[in-house]
C-alpha cells in the first residue's frame, strides 16, 4: 500500500481494461501502492534499499524476512518470466514449484484479476534491481519443509480470481475486491486458528495476536468492538489522516499503511471499501478499535 498517481485507474473489477503500455505502467504503480508492496519488502528500520526485503515479520510461527522482488537477476525476480509472477501470486508457487509460505498474501492476491497481474508485474519490472540475498526464515523444525506449506494449502487455499456479485452494487464489488483481494485486509484483521488459517466466522474482526506482537483492531461493524459508529465519510477520511471520528491516530502499523497506501488511493476507492466494510456482519470481539 502507498504512492500513486491521483487519477482514476481500473482494478479490473467493473472497469474497461486499459490498452495503452503507459496505461498499464499507470494501473500497475496504482496497484503496487494499494497493495503496499514497499512497506513488507522493504527493511525500512535498517535503511534498507526499496523492494529489496530483509524486513522481518515476526508471527506465532516464527520470524518470515520478506523477499527482494527488484528486478535484480541473481538475488531478485529478474530471471522471472511474466508465468512465473502470475503462479506465484495465483498459485504460491515459487518459479523452481516449491510452495510458499502464507507469510507471503497469495492467499488474497490470488483473486486479482488477470489484467492486474499484468499491470503489476510491468511495472515491478521497470524498478531499480537491487543485488540483496534474500534472508533465511526463523521458523521451528516442523514447519521447515515446504511440504507443510503444501498441505497448508490443501486446508485453506481457495485459489482464483475475484467474481463480481451480480445482486450487489458496482460500489460494493469494488470495494470487496479492493480489501480481500488487492489490500489484502483480512490477512491481518482476521483472527486466525491454531493452524493459522482464517476463523472465517470472524472475518474482519481483528487479530489479538498480529504481526509484530500488535494487536490488530475489529473492522466490522459492530458498535462497541468495532467501527460500526463510524459512517462512510468516517471511514474514507481515516483512509487518508489516520484520524479516527474521536480524534485519534492509527497506531505504527496502520499508519505505514495509511501512508504508502490507502491515502494514496483514489477518493472512489475509499469510499468503495468503507461501503463494503459497512455491509459486513458485526462481529462483537474483546477489544475495542479506540484502545491500540
Known amino acids: 500500500m502507498s504512492a500513486c498517481t491521483a487519477v482514476w485507474l481500473c482494478l ?31 527493511d525500512a ?8 526485503g530483509g524486513r522481518a515479520l515476526e508471527t506465532g510461527f516464527g520470524t518470515f524476512y520478506s523477499s527482494n522482488i527488484t528486478p535484480d537477476p541473481d ?7 511474466e508465468d512465473d509472477f502470475r503462479r506465484a501470486l495465483r498459485e504460491g508457487l515459487s518459479p523452481a ?10 492467499t488474497s492476491y490470488t483473486h486479482l484479476s488477470d489484467s492486474d497481474l499484468r499491470a503489476l508485474w510491468r511495472y515491478l ?19 521447515r519443509s515446504r511440504a507443510v506449506a503444501g498441505i497448508w494449502k490443501t486446508l485453506f487455499f481457495n485459489p482464483g480470481p475475484f467474481q463480481p456479485q451480480s445482486d450487489n452494487t458496482p460500489a460494493w464489488n469494488r470495494g470487496a475486491y479492493l ?10 484483521h482476521t483472527p486466525r486458528n491454531f493452524l493459522g488459517g482464517y476463523k ?3 472475518l474482519l474482526a481483528g487479530n489479538p495476536h498480529g504481526v509484530d506482537e500488535t494487536v490488530i483492531p475489529n473492522i466490522t461493524p459492530d458498535r462497541k468492538t468495532g467501527i460500526g459508529t463510524w459512517n462512510i465519510n468516517d471511514i474514507a477520511d481515516y483512509l487518508v489522516t489516520g484520524m479516527t471520528p474521536d480524534g485519534d491516530f492509527a497506531g505504527d502499523l496502520m499508519a505505514d499503511v495509511i501512508d ?14 468503507a461501503t463494503y466494510l459497512k455491509s459486513l456482519p458485526a462481529v462483537q470481539t474483546e477489544k475495542h478499535m479506540h484502545d491500540h
Open 200 to 202: 472465517d466466522a470472524q
Open 125 to 143: 519490472s521497470g524498478r531499480v534491481p537491487v543485488r540483496q540475498v534474500n534472508k533465511a526464515h526463523q521458523l521451528p523444525w516442523y514447519l
Open 260 to 273: 504508502h497506501s490507502t491515502s494514496h488511493l483514489t477518493e472512489e476507492d475509499r469510499r468503495a471499501i
Open 75 to 81: 538475488t531478485g525476480i529478474g530471471r522471472w518470466s
Open 12 to 42: 479490473g473489477v467493473a472497469a474497461p481494461l486499459l490498452h495503452a503500455s503507459e496505461d498499464v505502467l499507470q494501473q500497475g504503480e496504482y496497484l503496487f501502492h494499494a497493495a503496499g508492496c514497499i512497506v513488507c519488502h522493504t
Open 179 to 188: 480489501v480481500m483481494a488487492v489490500a489484502h485486509c483480512g490477512e491481518c
Open 45 to 52: 528500520d535498517n535503511r534498507g534499499e526499496p523492494l529489496a
Open 97 to 106: 514449484g516449491r510452495h510458499y509460505y502464507p507469510a507471503f498474501p497469495y
